[in-house]
């Protein structure tokens, strides 16, 4: 999996609050320099990744790479779908913000519990679980709040909450893909 892929899994939710934000009726208030400054650094933070992790290698690390690939596979499977769905519907000027939102939630919540049933016998295997697992859960509450007591700057901001988790498990796994070749 190439860096592009990486980050376009990572920042699906991103694309479908971009889709949400064009379909206000109303504009919000222009923020000032200072907080779009701040909200910009903030967001760049959470960006950033710890580096890799070395682990020792086990008998199953083939097995829960297999396992990780495969939720991969899968979710970008389901994301693709989705995404198409919600470009068709805006074509059609057919997507509302409910409908959005309630894709959002069926999004996370699929994620959690494809992370959930993963069978992963390695510390290695379980530490990227992890690190997906509690993106995703940002994600699913940010989501469960109410996006009309947000501007735009912060639903962005919350967005990006845990994103650099999200990415850490991904460098994570490709270093260990490349250490089984």
């Known amino acids: 999996m190439n860096l592009a892929e990486t980050i376009k899994r990572g920042v699906l939710v991103l694309m479908v609050g971009a889709l949400m934000a064009c379909e206000q009726k109303t504009p ?18 959470e960006l950033k990744t710890e580096g890799i992790r070395k682990f020792e290698a086990t008998e199953h690390d083939a097995h829960d790479i297999g396992v990780l690939t495969d939720y991969e596979d899968r979710f970008q499977q389901m994301s693709d779908g989705l995404e198409n769905e ?18 959002q939630l069926d999004t996370t919540n699929s994620a959690l519990e494809m992370l959930k049933a993963l069978d992963l016998k390695t510390e290695q295997g379980r530490y990227i679980q992890d690190l997906m697992y509690h993106y995703w859960e940002q994600q699913q509450k940010l989501f469960n709040q109410a996006q009309s007591e947000q501007n735009k700057t912060q639903q962005a901001k919350h967005a990006m909450q845990g994103l650099g988790q999200y990415l850490q498990a991904q460098e994570q796994l490709e270093y260990w893909r490349t250490q089984h070749k």
Request: glycine share 2%; charged share 25%; net charge negative.
């Open 86 to 103: 919600l470009m068709q519907l805006q074509n059609q000027g057919q997507l509302d913000e409910a409908f959005i939102h309630q894709r």
């Open 28 to 45: 919000p208030a222009e923020p000032k320099v200072s907080e779009i400054d701040t909200t910009s650094a903030e967001m760049l933070k």
